[in-house]
């Protein structure tokens, strides 16, 4: 269940990600409430996100995800 939970919270994150071009890390808190720092750790190191200056950005890695998911 904790990884089904992860799932919905990393697809929800990256589904914001496509939809803006770059989301402050307190806007991404903010649209999915369960984005904490390790999740968004954890998708950075998966390639899935990139974070810098206090913005995250979607990579084509979680874009292509994305289209395999839908």
């Known amino acids: 269940m904790l990884m089904t939970k992860m799932g919905e919270v990393t697809d929800k994150i990256l589904e914001y990600l496509n939809e803006s071009e770059n989301l402050t890390l307190k806007e991404v808190k903010k ?3 369960a984005a904490n720092k390790d999740i968004l750790d954890f998708m950075e190191i998966s390639g899935l996100i990139e974070q810098k200056k206090g913005a995250a950005s979607i990579t084509k890695l979680g874009i ?6 839908h």
């Open 31 to 33: 649209r999915v409430p």
């Open 64 to 69: 292509e995800l994305l289209k395999v998911e």
